[in-house]
């Protein structure tokens, strides 16, 4: 079975969603039955490349509230992340154009290195405090996920690297109508959205996979966490396969 995951590497939902995944595997008996593919997406496409900003200012301006509060809103996302094993280092981190971080995940991915590609970047940014945003940066965590430093060089050298890949996988989003991150399709068949409860995620990969047939709706009625999935849509383009 696939399962294809779309994520942005500045989101902390998407983290949190990444390690509730990979423990409903373990709980659904699935860890080595599954294909994992990490697909790109971007919450801001528009946010200048090569510039930062405070990201509690960035989420302030968003939500229409206080740096203040939204900075809580940070703690808040710290303490979330601790129940699930995550150390997040939200004051003071910075936001940024992912565009070419994810170039360099679909390189990984050519490689066989994408889901340790994207383990770093997230744990870099969110624990790390270290920058998605600068070539000398993500070519040096590049490296530590086993990416040649020419090779990285070269791919966030050239604009077009692996470029298509990305804007094919945001094209894909928008087609199943993929608004919010993180967002799971399993199977081809069922999508999840959201970084739902292990237990959710793992009744849905069971069913997907046909190892509990009880249930019709693969989150067992959570909070409508499911929705169909055209018939064989995530199973075209070109996103990166792990």
Not at 77 to 88: Q, V
Not at 144 to 163: I, Y
Not at 170 to 194: C, E, I, K, Q, T
Request: negative net charge; hydrophobic residues 40%.
């Amino acid at each position: 079975m696939r399962v294809d995951i779309w994520s942005d590497l500045v989101c902390p939902w998407c983290y949190l969603g990444k390690k509730r995944f990979e423990r409903a595997l373990d709980a659904a008996g699935l860890g080595d039955r599954v294909e994992v593919v990490y697909r790109s997406f971007q919450l801001d496409p528009g946010f200048p490349r090569g510039e930062t900003r405070d990201q509690a200012e960035v989420l302030a301006a968003k939500f229409g509230t206080s740096r203040e509060e939204a900075a809580r809103m940070g703690t808040d996302m710290e303490r979330t992340a601790a129940g699930d094993g995550l150390e997040f280092r939200m004051g003071g981190l910075r936001y940024g154009n992912t565009f070419d971080a994810h170039r360099l995940v679909q390189c990984a991915a050519g490689q066989g290195t994408g889901p340790r590609m994207v383990e770093r970047l997230f744990r870099a940014h969110f624990s790390e405090q270290r920058s998605l945003f600068d070539r000398d940066s993500l070519v040096l965590l590049a490296t530590e996920a086993g990416v040649d430093e020419a090779t990285a060089g070269r791919v966030l050298d050239d604009g077009d690297a692996h470029a298509d890949a990305v804007r094919a996988d945001l094209d894909l989003a928008r087609r199943l109508g993929v608004s919010g991150v993180p967002f799971f399709v399993l199977d081809g068949r069922y999508g999840v959205s959201g970084a739902q409860p292990v237990e959710v995620l793992a009744r849905a990969l069971a069913t997907a996979a046909g190892v509990d047939e009880r249930a019709a709706d693969p989150t067992g009625g959570e909070g409508g966490a499911a929705c169909a999935v055209p018939d064989g849509a995530a199973r075209s383009g070109s996103g990166s396969a792990g």
